[in-house]
Structure formats: C-alpha cells, structure tokens
C-alpha cells in the first residue's frame, strides 16, 4: 500500500497564532480566524472536505467502472460542519454529487452512490460521523 505525507507548522498562542499545512503541492496558511470564524486561509476542516470529495468521486467512478461504464464527469463537494462535543468535533460531513454517465438507471446509480458512501476510504475513517450523500445522474 502507499504511505502519503502531510504536515502542519504553529507558532504562537491559539488565538493570536499562526500557521502553515502542507500536502502534495498545496502549502496554505492557516489561524484561529480562519478556522473558527470567517478569516483568510484555510483550515484542517477544508482539506477533510477536498480529501473526502477527491475520495468519493474516484470511489464512485471506480463502482461504475466495475459495472462496465464509463463516467463523463464525478463532481463531488464537500461539506463539513465542525460543531462541539466535549471540544471540537466534526459533527457531520455531506457530500453532494453530480455525475454525468450514460447507460445507468437512477435506481441502480442510487445504489452505487451509497456504497461509495459507505466503501470509500476517508469514508472509513470517519465512521461514527454522520455523512450523508445526495447525488444527482446526468446533472
């Protein structure tokens, strides 16, 4: 299997701090405003959300493959609610989905939509946080 590597630096106080993640070819700064309020930057909650939306849109392109078909597009957002419970938590995650595919009936997309749901990958990880799926053939 492949090992991934990313990172996080903080300097500082948590309210007056900064910081900068890594992974791959992003490197984004990252501060209290940015993750508790409305300010600059980005923040551990965003990269969960492009991780699981990356995550289910090539899960679910793979299912399709599996049934011999062949997705124009796999469009997935993400999005993920960091709520309180004894501290902060991800409380939920939802995932909507467009997917443009020919030859497949609503009904059996629906039943590949939630098995990426329950199959993917960050999906797993995530178990016992409520996500939910609302996706969309041909749309």
């Keep these: ?5 990313a990172s996080a630096l903080w300097n500082g106080t948590l309210k007056e701090g900064k910081g900068t993640m890594k992974y791959g070819a992003f490197e984004g700064p990252y501060t209290f405003a940015s993750r508790f309020e409305t300010g600059e930057g980005t923040n551990p909650e965003e990269l969960v959300g492009a991780a699981h939306a990356g995550c289910y849109s ?10 011999g078909l062949t997705p124009d597009s796999v469009e997935t957002t993400a999005s993920v ?6 501290g902060p938590k991800i409380t939920s995650i939802k995932l909507v ?6 030859g497949i ?4 997309f ?4 939630v098995a990426a749901k329950e199959k993917c990958p960050i999906s797993r990880l995530y178990a ?3 996500i939910s799926v ?3 053939l041909n749309g």
């Design 128 to 130: 016992g946080t409520d």
């Design 105 to 108: 009936e609503n009904d059996a």
């Design 81 to 86: 609610e960091l709520g309180q419970d004894d």
């Design 58 to 67: 090539m899960f679910l392109s793979a299912l399709l493959s599996k049934e």
């Design 1 to 5: 299997m492949t090992t991934r590597t």
């Design 97 to 102: 989905c467009k997917a443009k595919v020919s």
């Design 110 to 113: 629906q039943k590949l939509v």
């Design 134 to 136: 609302e996706a969309t």
